[in-house]
């Protein structure tokens, strides 16, 4: 093996890339080719071959210098030893050889062999820049929009960057598309974005075929934008195999094929990537699709959490506490939720906090919950600060703390967190006296309630009937009523019905009522019960009625079926819009 490592070192160093700037030393060469010709160096000795080496860099022969800087950087052969490194790299440097000059910069601006000194290492960067050296313009440019305050210089790192770009230096030619994409520094700019990355794609760097792809994907060039993709998926580029394997999958920009889908998955994941292969796992998991299959998917799923990949993590921990696909394990679950919580993840934090704090794990820990579900609420996850809120406000298992409480509420509220919200408009509603708190919380369950929050529909009922600060308003309440008992809230179901029997519209109760009471709702049974029993000849008692008092109750009839029939829906919008407070008094019959 090392004397095939020496070999190398003597064919392949001396011509490679890095040292294309340098000028053989003929003398020197003749020498090492004759004696390898000759076999007068004893191939088979590799200590012989580095002593040498060693002898022809010493007499001062350049390649065999900056090949011996190589040796002891990389240690080839050799102990690895960077002070000698830079020395021979230096060696070579003094002399203005770019290529040399750009190794002895990256040595300074890493410490390696020497303590890190930026100064020193952009001064050896700008001679390998001027020599032309492509690399060393782009780490300049690096180092000028990037690097620490006292260096930044946006005008000169963008001319080195182009500089380096304009030698086809891949990095220089991304970085720039990235800058101007993102606009950092400058005001973004696509179009140069596009221009930079389809030099680099032209000279097939799969990460430029790849941003152009997803570029021209959003941009609605949907053949150009996969063909992009499509070359850098076939360099094994795992992001575009992904990004193919989603296109296909949604089928937005695209028809969807699942086959192709399917394809592009396959090769992400063999690629090990961990995003790929959960999704891989995903679609291996369901039993609509023709891929369905448990142990691949389990396998897939459980490959991509072993890699750290949070989302996976947090599937098998599912799929170990319901005991779906794989034997309920809720150690092993414990497990994962642990893993993904050690990655920062605020949804394991507070999965494992619910199981500690109730004693759904194998041990209950109170305070180790309350501390991840602390964790978890600082990570802005909106369930956790909705159940730290209420921890607090009960001060049963923590002191209770209603300023902290109303805090951690707002924020999961802010969140969108329907059940948070509903809590907060609560909250406001508590200071009946505050104008100001009352027309908050009204603001927020009309919020809840547009979106179909059937509790939100029936507070709103609540508040328009009686009048809390001025609300009142008939219309609306009648509105939010309907909404709620068509949501399946069961005191909705409940109260209409029981509106419908005051005002003896026995038939319109009775469907309400027993709606109510198919879900075990006791007072709408006892409501429907009570309606049984009763008679609708008793309206009148015994006595015959009168022609006028059968007119009088057919007017009151109508009067109140009318007051109680849904407005129609311009009637609704108009008053959600305005707000308007209607005087029952002057209502239309």
């Known amino acids: 093996m090392n004397k095939f490592i020496f070999l190398i070192i003597f064919t392949s160093l001396q011509v490679s890339a890095e040292l294309q700037l340098l000028q053989p030393n003929d003398g020197a060469q003749k020498v090492i080719k004759s004696q390898l010709q000759n076999k007068t160096i004893d191939l088979d000795d590799p200590k012989t071959i580095f002593i040498n080496v060693d002898k022809l860099a010493k007499s001062g022969d350049i390649r065999s210098q900056f090949s011996l800087g190589k ?50 290492a952009i001064e050896w960067y700008e001679k390998s820049a001027k020599n032309g050296y492509g690399k060393a313009q782009y780490k300049l440019g690096e180092l000028f929009i990037f690097g620490p305050k006292k260096y930044l210089n946006t005008e000169l790192g963008l001319t080195y960057l182009d500089k380096a770009s304009k030698q086809n230096i891949p990095e220089a030619q991304i970085t720039l598309a990235k800058i101007y994409l993102d606009g950092i520094n400058v005001e973004a700019n696509e179009d140069k974005a596009i221009f930079y990355l389809e030099q680099s794609a032209i000279n097939h760097n799969d990460e430029a075929q790849f941003m152009l792809g997803d570029i021209l994907l959003k941009k609605g060039s949907v053949s150009d934008g996969i063909k992009f993709l499509e070359k850098s998926s076939e360099q094994g580029n795992t992001s575009a195999q992904l990004l193919l394997m989603k296109v296909y999958s949604e089928g937005k920009a695209i028809p969807s094929s699942l086959d192709r889908s399917f394809e592009y998955a396959i090769k992400a994941s063999e690629n090990n990537h961990p995003e790929a292969q959960f999704l891989l796992g995903k679609i291996y998991q369901d039993p609509k699709s023709k891929f369905f299959d448990v142990e691949k998917s389990i396998l897939s799923i459980h490959s991509s959490a072993d890699q ?132 908050k919380a009204i603001q927020i369950l009309e919020k809840l309630a547009d979106k179909n929050h059937a509790l939100s529909n029936f507070r709103l009922y609540e508040i328009f009937s009686d009048d809390i600060q001025g609300a009142k308003d008939t219309v609306k309440s009648r509105v939010y009523l309907f909404r709620a008992a068509e949501l399946g809230y069961l ?81 609704i919008l108009e008053s959600l819009k305005n707000n308007t407070n209607l005087n029952p008094g002057n209502e239309q019959r």
């Open 71 to 120: 040796i002891y950087e990389k240690g080839l052969g050799v102990l690895a030893d960077q002070k000698l490194a830079l020395y021979w790299y230096s060696q070579v440097a003094e002399k203005n050889y770019p290529s040399a000059q750009y190794k002895v910069a990256t040595f300074y601006e890493l410490g390696n062999g020497v303590k890190i000194d930026l100064d020193r």
């Open 308 to 439: 750290g990949y949070v989302p996976a993590q947090l599937e098998m921990a599912r799929l170990l506490i319901k005991g779906q696909s794989v034997n309920q394990d809720i150690q092993k679950a414990m497990s994962w939720l642990d893993r993904a919580a050690k990655s920062g993840s605020s949804i394991a934090k507070y999965e494992l906090a619910n199981r500690y704090i109730y004693g759904q794990s194998l041990i209950r820990n109170v305070l180790l919950g309350l501390k991840l579900l602390k964790e978890s609420s600082q990570g802005d996850y909106a369930p956790a600060q909705y159940l730290y809120s209420k921890l607090l406000d009960e001060g049963d298992i923590v002191v209770k703390d209603e300023r902290e409480s109303f805090f951690w509420l707002d924020k999961a509220a802010k969140q969108g967190h329907q059940e948070a919200s509903y809590a907060l408009a609560n909250k406001y509603l508590g200071a009946k006296s505050d104008d100001q708190a009352v027309k």
């Open 491 to 571: 005191k909705a179901r409940y109260e209409l019905g029981k509106i419908y029997y005051e005002q003896k519209l026995f038939h319109d109760a009775s469907y309400w009522l027993e709606l109510a009471s198919s879900e075990d709702y006791e007072p709408a049974k006892n409501l429907l019960k009570k309606i049984s029993s009763e008679k609708l000849s008793n309206e009148f008692g015994q006595n015959i009625p009168t022609s006028e008092t059968i007119q009088s109750t057919i007017n009151q009839q109508n009067y109140i079926e009318n007051l109680f029939e849904v407005p129609d829906a311009q009637v």
